[in-house]
């Protein structure tokens, strides 16, 4: 078995240089007459938060958004809804992360989804996801949401635990939160999700059950889950033997089905929620990135938006000078084969697993550890199997990769 777990999607990326092709100017690769639109979804980036939590890591900022910020995200807007490629696609989900999204004012809020809506070809259907604490959750923010068509919430409660709370740095005690999110639930949003941290300093089994049973009561749509990270610029450095940690696991996996829940991702289970942004980036479709440090793609082309502030800013004004990553056409399928394994499917009929004997023998590894059956074309992972989902990626990802370097090049 593997001495340490991954955690993370992002522990479980693989170094992907050798399949670069080329850099490019985006108008010139968006401008290519040879490309067609197609499904795809948008990603905001608000880096800002008021408060930093202490397990956090992400790209973000302790400090209040610029006033001007939200302008060039609707400046962004303008000049991506110029190019025929970007009129030609639809766009199935919308997704606010941060960072706290909801640091921004609420007028902010409102001119940026009103212009994706103006701009951008929305399918009736669309998600449109706020990523927000419950701190940042204001009444008047929730009434903004129903007026713009928000319909799915991703809210970081992290845990409804008090002594949790507090060494998370996070503010309210856990009943608030719980009447907080009784609130939302009853303005009827379509779908309205947490985040949860387990195995930290200090948490019982019992508490996490607590934290379990609140989730089930209030008829959450889903719930993502993150074993505690032990990462560089979090303050928390403690971590729970592999032992608790799987023991933790599996509580969650057996109380959640018991109540309706299953898997959508290795760290995401659901009860109605289908969380198409992640689904369809899974699925290789484009992602437009909008905002400092945005990441997104489209068809080969790989994209990522200065993380600083002032240099984002440059490249809005100057925007005909951005250039995007080509990478080699066996890429999008190396995206799909990942986006699939984070769903716990491995596809046997990947071009990228074919004829390789070091695939073949991990594969006959995975079934004999107990960790995947073989389920028609596909390994599908079993409980212990999702537990490890991250790291038997990673390693896929290497083998394919140790394969196709020599080809590529």
């Not at 008090?162 to 999110?181: H, P």
Request: with cysteine.
């Amino acid at each position: 078995m593997y001495s340490k777990r991954i955690k993370s999607h992002h522990g479980a990326m693989a170094e992907t240089d050798n399949l670069v092709k080329r850099h490019i100017y985006l108008h010139d690769y968006l401008n290519d007459q040879n490309l067609e639109g197609k499904k795809s979804v948008i990603y905001i980036h608000v880096p800002f938060c008021l408060k930093t939590c202490t397990f956090c890591s992400m790209n973000r900022s302790q400090v209040a958004p610029p006033e001007d910020y939200h302008r060039l995200i609707l400046k962004e807007i303008q000049m991506y809804s110029k190019f025929s490629y970007i009129e030609k696609s639809t766009f199935d989900a919308v997704y606010f992360g941060g960072g706290t999204p909801t640091t921004l004012r609420s007028d902010a809020l409102r001119e940026i989804i009103v212009a994706v809506k103006d701009n951008f070809n929305l399918t009736p259907d669309a998600e449109i996801t706020i990523e927000t604490s419950v701190t940042e959750l204001s009444d008047d923010k929730i009434e903004l949401f129903k007026q713009t068509g928000v319909n799915r919430f991703s809210i970081g409660v992290q845990t409804f635990s008090d002594m949790g709370r507090k060494i998370f740095n996070r503010r309210g005690l856990g009943e608030w939160v719980k009447e907080r999110l009784k609130f939302l639930k009853r303005m009827n949003f379509a779908s309205v999700n947490i985040d949860i941290i387990y195995s930290y300093p200090g948490q019982s089994l019992e508490e996490l059950r607590k934290d379990l049973r609140t989730i089930y009561e209030l008829d959450l749509d889903g719930f993502s889950m993150y074993s505690l990270m032990n990462m560089p610029a979090s303050k928390i450095k403690e971590e729970v033997s592999e032992e608790t940690d799987l023991e933790n696991f599996m509580c969650i996996l057996k109380m959640s089905r018991d109540n309706g829940y299953d898997f959508l991702e290795l760290t995401k289970m659901v009860k109605r929620d289908k969380y198409k942004y992640i689904v369809n980036r899974n699925n290789g479709e484009d992602t437009l990135p909008l905002g400092a440090g945005a990441g997104g793609n489209f068809g080969n082309a790989l994209i990522m938006n200065p993380v600083a502030i002032q240099a984002y800013e440059e490249s809005v004004k100057n925007f005909n000078s951005r250039k995007v990553v080509e990478m080699h056409p066996i890429y999008k399928e190396f995206v799909i084969l990942k986006g699939a394994i984070q769903h716990g499917k491995i596809p046997l009929k990947n071009a990228l697993l074919q004829k390789n004997d070091k695939i073949k023998h991990f594969m006959q590894y995975l079934t004999s550890s107990g960790l995947a059956v073989f389920s028609g074309d596909s390994l599908i992972l079993t409980d212990r199997g999702f537990y490890w989902g991250n790291n038997i990626s990673r390693r896929i990802s290497e083998i394919v990769l140790e394969s196709i370097t020599v080809n590529v090049r």
